[in-house]
């Protein structure tokens, strides 16, 4: 035992002459119960063991008192009784195995009072210590130099739970003194605490522990939404290190997905419920957003509110799998096309808009044709590829905001958005039987030929409603089968004969113009005071083998729905300018050439380049080249519109304002257009001598053309009377029948040649 003795003399010794025990030592002049919380400090920040400060705390007393100090513990349920310290005992009593709690007098004593301390003479004989470990006693018995009196001060925490005993034993019965009592009693008290604080870390540790390999992020913020802790799962999701984040406030991660009002709320729901809980969508640090469930608590100490906890549950897989059974639901799993479900509901939502716009909408129902022959013959899975690339081939086709569903088997559908005319559903299902027509070639090498049938309904002249108008374009479809597959039909018969012939017309039209049915034929134009001739008008015609002459009033606008347009229009503007650089190299007098332009020709981005081409191409000097406009040209958007203007100007070329006064006739385009010519409309010129309303508009437009620096020229003057009132009037120029006919470049050759006047007032020539 001496040995023992010393050797824990010598480590104690030891202790001491190291810095971490001489900090805790006692100071000379330190009253010795500051020490306590000087070791407290150090269990808590310095990483030093429990153990160790209650054996510093020992060696304090074993110095100053010839008493043995040995600290037994109770577990945290305070079930079982553990020696935590011992280290002036003896190693019999160290290996004192451990009883059941009810075994140790002192430990019992604990559990009743931790206000008391417990004194015990003689441990041998007394009755509390009945049960205890031999080994304990037999410290005692062995020898008569042995321990003798126990005094066991309980260990308790602030609010005065037990959590062991200090045991401080003597060779001699004696009872320590006051004072000695209440040294014990402060050494106790110092234990106490350290216990008390070891055992809340602890818990803290452990919950941290939890926190940190929590799947759920957490984050603490103070008061203010400081944050004080972010836990690791927090950072993984987040990107944002403990670092980063401590300090800063959760708006760190905030998405901007919720408006002001939902933080608000928020806020004020968790300031009156101390708890707010909800979906929330936050950004990560690259920008990423995190779909998550957030659950915020106020934690409150002795009633004040000292910080906020919030524990994030990740909901990107929850979305995911929503997303995954949304997609299950709503789209068809071979083509990956919306089904039938989706379609009706994004039908519905199109008709509403459809409604509120009062656009048309088209329905188009697409049926293949003999598809069974397909799956019979070359089997299931190669019909299945058959279906998936006609759906890929007609998705790359639509629009983006239309729809194409599969409704199932060989029936697909096709919601068409925002339509004008029922000719755009016509010219879609038209493209829709040729990319059918298309050959499939499949792996295998396989080429499948296939076609289908097509039924279209319209709203609102074919049902207001998703069902009316499926139904009827359904219905349509097998129309379309019945007349012998490989076409469409509209569900009323009279649009879908309409449009047939349109399609007819449209596909003649590309044929013509490749065959050069297209002629220009030309109409003089004359200067109203001295007669001469000054220009002339381009005005196209089609002469067809099938439908003979076809009025341009008549082709013209299928040429725009359909595009052709564009090539039309610009072998218009090369034929013209060709014409009249011929007749400028034959040595008639100089005219300028007009050429109509349409509106979608003005809007398209090469109406410049097509007029620089023609000019080049022909060497007809600039300003012997007049485009007319109509109205439309400038309503979509003026700005624009002024912006190709200005560059037509740059290149030389004439403007003229066509049909003026049958649109908006704004006055504001004159000025800001750099016209320089108005074209009355002949309906104004048609009734002039008769009718008042239409002679006062004419007189006007002369008069503000005037005013403006414009020139001014009516068209469709027929008779001598028009051109007196339009002369009286000061109009510059006239063109109509009066004066000649379009004709052909041939005729016009010849006219021009003549050099025929317009009749003029005698007193003027
Ligand atoms: P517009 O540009 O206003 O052409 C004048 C129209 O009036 C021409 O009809 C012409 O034949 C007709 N006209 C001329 N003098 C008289 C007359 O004294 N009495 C009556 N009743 N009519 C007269 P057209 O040739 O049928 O052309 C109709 C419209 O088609 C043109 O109206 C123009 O808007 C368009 N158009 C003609 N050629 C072209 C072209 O090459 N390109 C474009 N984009 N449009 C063209
Ligand atoms: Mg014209
Ligand atoms: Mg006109």
């Not at 984050?219 to 799962?233: C, E, L, Q, Y």
């Not at 957003?289 to 906890?309: E, I, M, N, S, W």
Request: contains cysteine.
């Amino acid at each position: 035992m001496n040995s023992e003795r010393t050797e824990k003399k010598s480590s104690i010794a030891e202790q001491e002459k190291t810095g971490g025990n001489r900090r805790v030592g006692r100071k000379a002049g330190e009253p010795a119960f500051d020490m306590e919380r000087r070791a407290v400090y150090r269990l808590a920040f310095e990483g030093v063991s429990l153990a160790q400060t209650l054996e510093t705390i020992i060696a304090d007393v074993e110095k100053r008192f010839p008493w043995r100090v040995a600290v037994w513990l109770f577990n945290e349920m305070q079930q079982s009784f553990t020696l935590k310290v011992a280290p002036g005992m003896s190693k019999s009593y160290c290996s004192a195995p451990r009883g059941a709690l009810g075994n140790y007098g002192c430990a019992r004593h604990a559990l009743q009072t931790s206000a008391t301390p417990l004194f015990l003479e003689n441990i041998a004989e007394a009755a509390e210590c009945a049960h205890c470990p031999q080994r304990i006693k037999m410290q005692a018995l062995q020898r008569g130099a042995g321990f003798s009196a126990l005094w066991s001060a309980p260990l308790a925490n602030t609010q005065g739970e037990s959590l062991g005993v200090m045991n401080f034993y003597a060779r001699m019965p004696t009872q320590p003194n006051a004072e000695m009592q209440a040294s014990f009693q402060r050494f106790a008290l110092e234990a106490g605490r350290a216990v008390a604080f070891w055992e809340q870390e602890q818990q803290l540790r452990r919950a941290l522990t939890v926190l940190s390999i929590a799947n759920d992020g957490v984050i603490v913020t103070d008061v203010d939404a400081r944050i004080v802790f972010v836990n690791k799962a927090w950072c993984e999701r987040s990107g944002y290190s403990q670092e980063e984040a401590i300090g800063q406030r959760p708006s760190l991660v905030k998405s901007n997905l919720q408006g002001q009002a939902f933080y608000q709320e928020m806020w004020s729901i968790l300031r009156e419920n101390d708890e707010w809980q909800g979906e929330i969508v936050n950004r990560n640090k690259s920008g990423e957003a995190l779909p998550q469930f957030l659950r915020v608590r106020g934690v409150r100490d002795k009633g004040v509110l000292t910080h906020y906890v919030g524990v994030i549950t990740d909901l990107t897989r929850l979305k995911q799998s929503e997303r995954e059974a949304e997609q299950l639901a709503h789209y068809d799993s071979l083509t990956r096309l919306p089904n039938r479900l989706l379609a009706i509901s994004r039908l519905n939502f199109a008709l509403e808009e459809a409604e509120r716009n009062g656009s048309r909408l088209g329905v188009i129902c697409i049926n293949l044709d003999r598809f069974k022959n397909i799956n019979n013959s070359l089997g299931y899975p190669t019909g299945d590829q058959v279906l998936q690339r006609i759906a890929r081939r007609i998705k790359e086709r639509v629009r983006g905001k239309d729809t194409l569903a599969r409704l199932g088997g060989d029936e697909f559908m096709l919601i068409q958005e925002h339509v004008r005319h029922p000719d755009e559903v016509a010219r879609m299902a038209q493209l829709m039987l040729e990319l059918m027509r298309q050959p499939i070639r499949l792996e295998a090498e396989n080429e499948v030929y296939t076609s289908a049938s097509l039924g279209v309904s319209v709203y609102p002249e074919d049902g207001k409603t998703a069902s009316e108008l499926i139904q009827h374009a359904d219905t349509a479809m097998y129309h379309a089968k019945k007349q012998g597959r490989d076409t469409f039909c509209f569900y009323t018969a009279e649009l879908s004969l309409q449009m047939r012939q349109r399609m007819h017309l449209e596909t003649q039209m590309r044929r013509a113009l490749e065959n050069g049915e297209f002629k220009l034929f030309y109409q003089p134009q004359a200067d109203i005071v001295n007669g001469k001739i000054n220009g002339v008008e381009s005005l196209m015609r089609w002469k067809s083998p099938e439908f003979g002459s076809i009025a341009p009033g008549e082709f013209i606008p299928v040429a725009e729905q359909s595009g052709l347009i564009f090539n039309l229009g610009a072998w218009a503007m090369n034929e013209a300018c060709a014409q009249a650089r011929r007749w400028l190299d034959e040595g008639l007098p100089p005219l300028v050439m007009a050429v109509n332009v349409s509106v979608y020709q003005f809007r398209s981005k090469n109406l410049l380049s097509v007029v620089e081409e023609a000019l080049k191409q022909s060497g007809l000097p600039a300003h012997y080249l007049e485009i007319e406009l109509t109205e439309s040209a400038f309503f979509e958007d003026a700005e624009e519109a002024i912006t190709i203007t200005h560059k037509l100007h740059d290149l030389g070329v004439k403007l003229a304002l066509d049909d003026f006064g049958t649109g908006y006739s704004s006055l504001a385009y004159l000025s800001r257009f750099t016209l320089d010519k108005i074209k009355i409309d002949q309906g104004f010129v048609r009734d002039i001598t008769s009718n008042t309303t239409n002679a006062a508009i004419a007189s006007a437009t002369i008069a503000l053309a005037k005013s403006l620096n414009i020139s001014s020229l009516a068209e469709g003057v027929e008779n001598e009377h028009q051109l007196d009132f339009l002369r009286q009037r000061g109009c510059a120029s006239v063109q109509g029948f009066l004066f000649s006919h379009p004709l052909d470049a041939e005729a016009c050759t010849t006219f021009l040649r003549e050099g025929k006047h317009l009749p003029v007032i005698p007193t003027l020539i």
